[in-house]
C-alpha cells in the first residue's frame, strides 16, 4: 500500500531504506508547535473567505487543539511511515474528526508549511538568543564595573604590550555580542515575513487572505514571490551566520579563560561549578565549560556551512535537499544557547587575582610606551627618536634583569641625559593606565563610565 496522505497513484509502499532517507519526523517533531499554530491561522482563514464552512474549521481547529494537548502530555504516537511533522499531525487530525480534516490541506502544500513553521522556529529562537545574550552582556558589565580600576597585562601578539585594566577587557566582549545582537535584529527584520499561501510554488487559484494569515502568526506582511516563498533558506542562513559570528566570540573569551586559570598565568579563577577534577592528577582543576565553549564553535560554523552548500546550486523551487536545513539548524543554535548560559555562568562567578595581575601587567617592559610618550612630551622628541631612545633604554633594563621603574636615574641618563626623575611617575602600571584618557581608552574612569552606560541600557 502506498502512502495513505498521497498513495493515489502508488501500489506498493516505500522500501525500507527509502523510508530510512526520507523520514524527518525523528528530528522535525520540534516543529510540531509552530505546525499547529500555522494550521490554526490557515484553518481560521478558509473559513473567513468560505472556502471551508465555519462548522468544519471549528471541528478542525478543535481536533488541532485536541493533538497539542497529546503532543504536550506524551500521548502523541509518532510515526516515520507518516515522514515529518505535517503529515504525522494531519494524520491524526483526520483519525480524531473523520475526512473533515482533509480539507485543512486546501490552498496549501508542504511546501510553504515547512516555509512557515521553519521561519517562526528560526523566529522564537532569534528572539531567545537576543535575551541570552544581554544576559551575558550584563554579567560582563557588572564585573566590569566592579574591576575598572584593575590593571593586567594588554597583550598582542600575545607578548606583553600595554597594561589595561580587565574592566576594559570584559568591556569588549559587551560590544562584541552588541553586534551580534543587532545581526541577530537584522535578521529578525528580514524574516519576519509570511511564506503561508505560496501552496506548492505557484500560488492558489482559492480566493485566500495572505495578509490575515501572516497578521495571525505575527508576520509583519506576506512574501511577495511564492517561487521565492517556498525555496529560500537565506533566513536560516542568515541567522547561522550572525550564530556563527557570536560562537567566534564565545570561543575567543573561552581560549582566554583557558589561559587565564592556567597556573602559569592564574588571572583568574573559576568557580567549582565550571571545572572539573581530573581522576588521575589531584592538583587539577580543568576549565571543561570553557574548552567546551570553544569545541563547539565548530559544529555551529559546521551548520552554517552545510547549509550554504545546500542550496548552492538547487534550482527554484522547492527541493527534498531543502529537508537537510533542519538538524544542523536545530544542533547550532541549541548549542549556542547552551554556550551562552555556560559562559554566562562562568562570567558571574569567576574571581580575578587582582595582585597577580597587577604585577603581570608590568612584565615585560609593558610601560615602554609611556616612556617613549614621556619623552615626546616633555623633551619634545620626535615619537620615532623617543621609540629608538626606549628601546634601548628596554635593553639596559633587559641586560640587568631589572623592570624599567628599577633602573637608576643616571643609569637612564647615560642614554638620554635630559631625563629627569619625573619620567618614574610614568612607569608604573596604575599611572600608565589612568593616563589612557583617550575616547574607548583604558584609563578606569573611561570603563567605568562605559560599564554604567552599558548597565543602564541593559536595565531597560
Ligand atoms: N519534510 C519536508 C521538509 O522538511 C517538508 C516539505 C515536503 N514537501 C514535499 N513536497 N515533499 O522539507
Avoid at 631589572?402 to 633602573?407: A, F, I, K, Q
Wanted: neutral net charge; hydrophobic residues 40%; glycine residues 8%.
Amino acid at each position: 500500500m502506498g502512502n495513505k496522505m498521497w498513495g493515489g497513484r502508488f501500489e506498493t509502499g516505500p522500501a525500507a531504506i527509502m523510508e530510512e532517507i526520507n523520514a524527518s519526523i525523528d528530528f522535525d517533531k520540534v516543529l510540531w508547535k509552530q505546525d499547529i499554530q500555522g494550521s490554526k491561522a490557515h484553518v481560521e482563514m478558509l473559513a473567513q473567505r468560505k472556502i471551508v464552512t465555519q462548522q468544519d474549521a471549528e471541528t478542525i481547529y478543535h481536533g488541532l487543539s485536541k493533538i497539542e494537548g497529546e503532543i504536550e502530555t506524551g500521548t502523541f504516537t509518532f510515526s516515520r511511515s507518516l515522514e515529518d511533522i505535517h503529515l504525522n499531525i494531519e494524520s491524526r487530525l483526520t483519525e480524531i474528526v473523520g475526512s473533515v480534516g482533509g480539507r485543512l490541506h486546501t490552498a496549501r502544500s508542504r511546501n510553504d508549511q515547512v516555509a512557515v513553521d521553519f521561519r517562526l522556529w528560526v523566529r522564537d529562537t532569534v528572539d531567545s538568543l537576543n535575551i541570552q545574550l544581554a544576559g551575558l552582556q550584563l554579567a560582563l558589565a557588572t564585573k566590569a564595573l566592579e574591576h575598572a580600576g584593575t590593571v593586567m597585562p594588554g597583550f598582542t601578539h600575545l607578548q606583553s604590550a600595554q597594561p589595561v585594566t580587565f574592566g576594559h577587557h570584559l568591556l569588549a566582549y559587551v560590544e562584541m555580542h552588541g553586534r551580534d545582537r543587532s545581526r541577530l535584529s537584522d535578521a529578525r527584520r528580514r524574516l519576519n515575513e509570511s511564506p503561508l499561501g505560496s501552496a506548492a510554488l505557484a500560488g492558489t487559484s482559492f480566493p485566500i487572505d495572505r495578509d490575515m494569515t501572516a497578521k495571525a502568526l505575527g508576520f509583519d506582511r506576506p512574501m511577495a514571490n511564492s517561487l521565492d516563498g517556498v525555496s529560500d533558506r537565506d533566513y536560516v542562513i542568515e541567522v547561522l551566520s550572525a550564530a556563527s559570528i557570536t560562537a567566534i566570540h564565545l570561543s575567543r573569551f573561552a581560549e582566554e579563560l583557558v589561559l587565564w586559570t592556567t597556573p602559569q598565568f592564574a588571572f583568574i579563577t573559576l568557580s567549582d561549578k565550571f571545572t572539573t577534577g581530573s581522576s588521575i592528577m589531584p592538583q587539577k582543576r580543568n576549565p571543561d565549560a570553557a574548552e567546551l565553549v570553544r569545541g563547539k564553535t565548530g559544529r555551529i560554523v559546521g551548520a552554517l556551512n552545510s547549509l550554504l552548500i545546500m542550496m548552492k546550486g538547487l534550482p527554484l523551487a522547492y527541493g527534498k535537499d531543502m529537508q537537510e536545513d533542519k538538524e544542523p539548524t536545530f544542533d547550532a543554535l541549541s548549542n549556542l544557547s547552551l554556550c551562552i548560559a555556560a559562559m554566562s555562568g562562568m562570567v558571574q562567578d569567576m574571581v580575578p587575582d587582582v595582585k597577580r595581575l597587577k604585577k603581570a601587567a608590568g612584565a615585560g617592559y609593558a610601560t615602554a610606551t609611556d616612556l617613549a610618550d614621556w619623552l615626546v612630551r616633555e623633551l619634545n622628541m620626535p615619537f620615532r627618536d623617543a621609540h629608538h631612545v626606549t628601546a634601548r633604554i628596554v635593553g639596559l633594563a633587559s641586560n640587568k634583569s631589572v623592570d624599567l621603574d628599577r633602573l637608576s636615574l643616571p643609569e637612564m641618563q647615560s642614554i638620554e641625559p635630559k631625563i629627569t626623575i619625573d619620567v618614574f611617575k610614568v612607569l608604573g602600571v596604575d599611572n600608565s593606565v589612568k593616563s589612557r584618557t583617550s575616547y574607548g581608552g583604558t584609563a578606569p574612569n573611561n570603563v567605568r563610565q562605559q560599564a554604567r552606560k552599558w548597565l543602564k541600557i541593559l536595565a531597560k
